[in-house]
């Protein structure tokens, strides 16, 4: 005999029924390919990441990245400046389709929006100061550091220095980079501290009278951030980045920022590497 339910229930699975596939069918994805647009969050303020030039252009590591993403999803661009405090919030309230803007991920940032694959930058973070004025990063213990607003760096930065033990740091942020390197040719703090690539930009601009504290630490990867449980756009995206490395794309893009002779050549290869003593010099993509 068929099996009767309670009206409460036959409602509760008709609801069900009706949020389900609206969920699934709601792809960012499917709203690309139908309007041909994909709008991307980026910063403005960040070189050598995502800034505005003299001319007013977008440029940057990021933006052309970001236009190489949306060539491979035959879309265009529809730019949307973000900075450290709104780009979470927009991609999880569906303002924006991804971010490329030099944004680390972190397993709390997962716990809010999803991240394509593979991460397309490594970073460390690392404190700038005054030339010779330091001799490393133990003494920086109980000094006034600058960091951004929205940066790891604000817990990063006195985990660090508490690792050499004394007094806690005084960590004052900044809504932008250009604020907080003015900060520190004012004496108003002691150190700046930020990610490498973006601290190799800093440098290029103080004429040699500034430099790194110590090494590097705090090691993250650069992650380009999709809205939440959405994964037929997340692969859509970590496709096309799979094979703009692969085709090298990525690679053109990367010396000509970050090379010996790009503009602002890294210390260290940042490019997203397999482990070179199982595979060699091989970068990080999937196979088909």
Known sequence: MPVRRPLSSLFALALAACSLPAAVADSVL??????GV???????DTPPMSYI?????WVGFDIELGNALADRLKAKVERVAVNNKTRIALLANGQIDMTVSNRSQTRSREEQVDYASP?????????YAKQGRFAGIGELAGKRIGVNQGSNAFTAAAQEIARYGGEAPQVVSFQKNAEGMTALRQGKIDAFCQDSPI???????TGGSFAAVGTGFSPGLYG????????????????????????????RIYLAWFGPAGRYPLALDARPRLPPDAFGAMMYVWPD
Do not use: H, M
């Open 224 to 251: 380009i951030g999709v809205p939440p449980n959405d994964s037929k756009w997340r692969d859509a995206v970590s496709f096309a980045l799979q094979d703009l490395i692969k085709d090298g794309t990525y690679e």
């Open 30 to 35: 499917d709203r690309v390919r139908e309007s």
């Open 199 to 205: 601290i190799a930009a800093l440098a290029g601009d």
């Open 119 to 127: 991460p397309y930058l490594w970073t460390a973070k690392i404190f």
């Open 38 to 44: 994909v709008r991307i969050g980026t910063g403005n």
């Open 53 to 57: 030039d003299e001319s007013g252009r």
